[in-house]
C-alpha cells in the first residue's frame, strides 16, 4: 500500500461520492477494459513505476484518459532499491462491471487483492441437501467384477499361505531327529566306551535261540517220523523261551514300544508285536496240541541284539577316530563345483557334526517307516477275513503273516556292514559319518586329485641337472624356485632342497602366466623365464639340443633361450596304485586331476600308473588351479573324517563309504521283496484253508532261507 503526503485539502476524500449504480452519459457510451481498471487502480507495475517517475507538482486532470485496448506487454525491469512483487494472475473480464470514478488530487492506492482463484457468484436458487462429500480416495469405484477378482485373489493368497504354514510343520515334524543328542564328540565317544552288558547279555540270547529251534524240530511230527507225546510240554518250554528272550533283550523291546508310541512305528516294533502275538497263540497252542509260532520270534530277536550291538560297535571305533584327530580333514561333497557336476574336496572337518550325523536313522529305518504299519495293517485285515471264510484262528494266521512278511535281513543289513567298514577305517586314520556321510559320498560325482596325492615329495627326486647358458647356478635355481612356489606346483618342495643345497638366489615374480601347452610363464628382473615340458618347449619356439630331449625333465628357458635341464624321477607307489584303480572301479566316481605339475598328465599317470588315461578327467589349466586352491572355501557337507590328507586315507573313506551305501540298498530290497512274498503266500494259503502247512518249522524254514541272501550280500558287497 502506498500513500501520499497529507495535503491541506485533504477534507475532498470525506465528501460523499455520487452512487456508483447510477450510469452516467459518458460511461454509457464507452466501457473500460480490464487492463485499464488495473492501470488505474496501480495494479499493474508498469504503471507503478510511470507514476513513480511524474513529476508531482503534474496536475492529475492531465494525465491521459486510458485505452481501450490494452498495449502489448513489455518486460519491466523492478527498481534496485525494491523487491519485485509477483505477477498477479489475471482475472477473466467482466463486460458488465461499472466504470469507478477517482476522484481529483491526493489518493490512497490499494492494491488488488491476490487470490489463488477468482471465486464465481453464486447464484440465487433453490437450496438442496447433497449429503456428505463422499471423500476422494483417489481410485475409481471397482466393478463388480473386480470385487470377485479381488476376492478370489484374496482366497488364494489366504490358502497359499496356510499351505505353506502347513508344509513348514509337516517338514519339522518330518525333519529327522538324532537317537541320541551330545554336547560333543567326547561325550558321545564316553556314552558308546561305557560299559555295556549287550554282549553278556547275547550270549544268553544265542542259547536260547538254538534250544528254541531244537524243542521246535522235536514237536515236529514229520522230522522225528510222528507225534510227540510231550509237545505240550515243548510248546509250554518254546513259550517259556521267547519270554526269556524278550527279558535279555529288552532294551529292543523298549526301543519298539517307543518308537510305536512317538508314531514312527518301523521294524523294531512290528517285531514286538510278532513276540507278544507269538507268545499269545503259544497259550492257545497249549490246548489244541500243535507247536507254537514262538521259535521264529525267538532268532529275530538274537539278531535285533546282535545288530544292536554291531551298530554300537561301529559308532564307538569311528568316534574314537574322530576324537584322536588333532586337526580332522572332512571329505566334503560340493555341488556343481565344475561344469555343473558335483566334485569331492578335501576341507577342514567338524567333529561335532560328525557325532550328530553319526546318530541319523539310515535308510532302511526310513523305509520301514512306512512298510511296517502297512504290511501290519494288511496281515490284520488278511488274518480277519481268512478267519471268518474258513473259521480259522485269526490270532495263529496273524502271527504267522506278521513273521512271514517280516524283513529280517534288515537286523543286519547296515550294522554290519558299517561295523567292518569303521573297524577297516580305524587301521588308516579315518571314519564315515554313518549312513548320512556314505549317502552324501555317494552318487555321480569326481574326486579331486592334486599333485601330492599322485607323487608325494618324497617320490620326486632330482636325476640331474645341466647349464646352457652363461649365468650362474644360484641365479637359475633362483628363477626356477620364483616360478614353481608362484604356481603353487608340487616340484616345490623339490626345488625348495636344491635352493638349499645350491645356496640359491632369491627373486620376485613380477608378472606370472599359466600356458594349456604344459608350462609356465614369468618375468622375474626383466628376463622372461618359461617352465615346462619338451613339448611345451617345441611349442614356444625355443631350440633345445638333440641330446637333452628327456621325458621326465624340466627345461628352464631365460628371453628365449634354452638355459637349463633338470632331470626328474617320478616313483610310483602301490598303495596310491591300488587306490586308484578302487576309485575307477567305484562306478560313477571319476578321478578329476586338478594338479598344478604340467609333468602330471593322464598319459603320464597310464606310464607310471597303468590306468586308463580315457576315465580320467583333466580340467583346463586355469580350472585345475582354481580347484585346487588352498584356501578356496567349501560349502558342501562332511561325509567322512580323516586324520591325514593323504590320498589313499581320501580314497579309501570315499570308496568304503559308497560301497557301504550300495550294499545296504542291495540288502534292503532283497529282505522287502521275501517279506512281500512270504506275507503274500500265506495269506493265500490261509483264503484256501490250508492252514496245516501254516506251522512253526516251515515259517522259521522260509525266515532262515531268505536271510542267506542277505547274508552273502553283505560278506561279497563289503569285500568286492
Not at 534288515?410 to 554313518?434: Q, S, T
Not at 608340487?490 to 602366466?513: I, K
Given at each position: 500500500m502506498e500513500q501520499t503526503p497529507i495535503r491541506p485539502d485533504a477534507e475532498q476524500l470525506n465528501t460523499v461520492l455520487p452512487d456508483p449504480q447510477t450510469p452516467r452519459p459518458q460511461e454509457q457510451e464507452e466501457a473500460l477494459s480490464l487492463d485499464a481498471i488495473l492501470e488505474e487502480f496501480g495494479g499493474w507495475t508498469k504503471r507503478r513505476l510511470e507514476s513513480r517517475a511524474a513529476p508531482a507538482s503534474a496536475p492529475e486532470q492531465d494525465a491521459p484518459e486510458p485505452d481501450m485496448q490494452p498495449a502489448p506487454e513489455q518486460p519491466d525491469e523492478p527498481a534496485p532499491e525494491q523487491e519485485q512483487e509477483p505477477e498477479a494472475p489475471q482475472a477473466p473480464e467482466e463486460a458488465s462491471a461499472p466504470p469507478v470514478q477517482v476522484p481529483q488530487g491526493d489518493t490512497i492506492r490499494f492494491a488488488p487483492v491476490r487470490t489463488d482463484e477468482e471465486q464465481e457468484p453464486e447464484e440465487h436458487g433453490v437450496w438442496v441437501y447433497k449429503g456428505e462429500p463422499v471423500p476422494d480416495s483417489g481410485t475409481e469405484k471397482p466393478t463388480p467384477e473386480q470385487r470377485r477378482e479381488q476376492k478370489h485373489a484374496e482366497q488364494r493368497r489366504r490358502q497359499l499361505e496356510r499351505f505353506r504354514k502347513r508344509e513348514a510343520r509337516r517338514k519339522r515334524r518330518g525333519q529327522e531327529q538324532p537317537e541320541h543328542t551330545f554336547a560333543s564328540a567326547e561325550e558321545a565317544a564316553r556314552f558308546y566306551a561305557g560299559p555295556s552288558s549287550a554282549r553278556l547279555r547275547l550270549m544268553g540270547a544265542v542259547p536260547a535261540a538254538l534250544a528254541s529251534a531244537v524243542l521246535l524240530a522235536l514237536s515236529t511230527p514229520g522230522l522225528i517220523g510222528g507225534a510227540s507225546p510231550d509237545t505240550k510240554l515243548y510248546a509250554l518250554l518254546m513259550a517259556a523261551l521267547l519270554v526269556l528272550q524278550m527279558v535279555l533283550c529288552a532294551d529292543v523291546c523298549r526301543d519298539g514300544i517307543t518308537h510305536a508310541l512317538r508314531l514312527r512305528f518301523d521294524h523294531i516294533s512290528m517285531l514286538v508285536l510278532a513276540c507278544i502275538c507269538a507268545a499269545a497263540d503259544a497259550l492257545s497252542a497249549l490246548g489244541t496240541g500243535r507247536a507254537p509260532l514262538c521259535t521264529a520270534p525267538t532268532v529275530l530277536l538274537a539278531m535285533a541284539l546282535w545288530a544292536r550291538s554291531q551298530l554300537f560297535e561301529a559308532r564307538r571305533k569311528s568316534l574314537r577316530a574322530a576324537c584322536s584327530m588333532q586337526q580332522p580333514v572332512a571329505a566334503v561333497r560340493e555341488e556343481k563345483a565344475w561344469h555343473g557336476y558335483d566334485c569331492i574336496f578335501r576341507a577342514p572337518g567338524d567333529a561335532e557334526e560328525f557325532a550328530r550325523q553319526l546318530e541319523l536313522p539310515d535308510a532302511g529305518q526310513r523305509?520301514?517307516?512306512?512298510?511296517a504299519p502297512v504290511m501290519t495293517g494288511l496281515t490284520f485285515a488278511a488274518a480277519a477275513l481268512s478267519s471268518l471264510r474258513m473259521r480259522g484262528s485269526f490270532l495263529h494266521i496273524w502271527t504267522a503273516l506278521l513273521l512271514v512278511g517280516y524283513p529280517a535281513g534288515?537286523?543286519?543289513?547296515?550294522?554290519?556292514?558299517?561295523?567292518?567298514?569303521?573297524?577297516?577305517?580305524?587301521?588308516?586314520?579315518?571314519?564315515?559319518?554313518?549312513w548320512q556321510g556314505a549317502r552324501t559320498l555317494s552318487g555321480e560325482a569326481g574326486l579331486i586329485i592334486e599333485d601330492a596325492d599322485l607323487f608325494p615329495p618324497q617320490n620326486v627326486t632330482?636325476?640331474?641337472?645341466?647349464?646352457?647358458?652363461?649365468?650362474?647356478?644360484?641365479?637359475?635355481?633362483?628363477?626356477?624356485?620364483?616360478?614353481?612356489?608362484?604356481?603353487?606346483s608340487?616340484?616345490?618342495?623339490?626345488?625348495?632342497?636344491?635352493?638349499?643345497?645350491?645356496?640359491?638366489?632369491?627373486?620376485?615374480?613380477?608378472?606370472?602366466?599359466r600356458y594349456e601347452g604344459g608350462g609356465l610363464g614369468a618375468e622375474i628382473g626383466g628376463d622372461v623365464v618359461l617352465m615346462g615340458s619338451l613339448a611345451f618347449m617345441k611349442l614356444m619356439k625355443v631350440r633345445v639340443p638333440e641330446g637333452t630331449r628327456l621325458r621326465q625333465a624340466v627345461y628352464l628357458?631365460?628371453?628365449?633361450?634354452?638355459?637349463?635341464?633338470?632331470?626328474?624321477?617320478y616313483a610310483a607307489a602301490e598303495k596310491i596304485k591300488a587306490s586308484l584303480i578302487a576309485v575307477l572301479r567305484s562306478g560313477s566316481l571319476v578321478p578329476v586331476l586338478a594338479t598344478r605339475d604340467f609333468m602330471i598328465t593322464p598319459q603320464f599317470l597310464k606310464l607310471r600308473y597303468q590306468v586308463p588315461p580315457e576315465y580320467i578327467e583333466f580340467p583346463t589349466v586355469e580350472e585345475r588351479a582354481r580347484l585346487s586352491t588352498p584356501?578356496?572355501?567349501?560349502?558342501?557337507?562332511?561325509?567322512a573324517l580323516m586324520a591325514r590328507t593323504s590320498f589313499v586315507s581320501f580314497a579309501e573313506a570315499v570308496v568304503n563309504a559308497r560301497r557301504l551305501r550300495r550294499t545296504c540298498r542291495r540288502i534292503m530290497a532283497t529282505a522287502i521283496a521275501g517279506g512281500l512274498i512270504g506275507a503274500v503266500s500265506v495269506a493265500f494259503l490261509a483264503l484256501l484253508g490250508a492252514d496245516q502247512s501254516i506251522t512253526g518249522w516251515n515259517v522259521?524254514?522260509?525266515?532262515a532261507l531268505w536271510m542267506l541272501p542277505s547274508v552273502l550280500i553283505m560278506i561279497f558287497g563289503m569285500w568286492f
Open positions: 523305509v520301514m517307516r512306512v512298510y534288515l537286523l543286519l543289513g547296515y550294522a554290519r556292514p558299517f561295523a567292518v567298514l569303521a573297524k577297516r577305517l580305524y587301521r588308516l586314520g579315518a571314519a564315515v559319518a554313518g632330482q636325476g640331474g641337472m645341466k647349464i646352457y647358458v652363461e649365468r650362474t647356478v644360484p641365479q637359475i635355481i633362483g628363477y626356477a624356485d620364483a616360478v614353481v612356489q608362484t604356481a603353487g608340487g616340484l616345490a618342495p623339490l626345488f625348495e632342497e636344491m635352493m638349499h643345497d645350491q645356496n640359491g638366489r632369491r627373486c620376485s615374480v613380477d608378472a606370472f602366466r628357458s631365460i628371453n628365449g633361450e634354452l638355459a637349463a635341464v633338470f632331470a626328474l624321477n584356501d578356496r572355501p567349501h560349502e558342501g557337507r562332511q561325509g522259521l524254514l522260509y525266515t
